[in-house]
């Protein structure tokens, strides 16, 4: 019996069209890093608050 190739996952990127973002994968995003961000603000304000002698 013959083994078929399996398609290469570069080539079949390439055959993709391109698909733009949704407006709510946007906002999504949007949220996801600003929520990101902040956290690592009051986390890092936390440890100077907290622990004041280890910076």
Do not use: C, N, T
């Not at 290469?8 to 600003?34: C, F, N, Q, T």
């Amino acid at each position: 019996m013959e083994q078929q190739q399996q398609p290469k996952v570069a080539d079949e990127i390439k055959k993709m069209e391109y698909e733009p973002l949704l407006p709510a994968e946007l906002s999504l995003i949007r949220w996801s890093i600003g929520i990101g961000v902040g956290s690592l603000f009051i986390l890092y304000w936390l440890s100077q608050w907290l622990f004041p002698g280890g910076h």
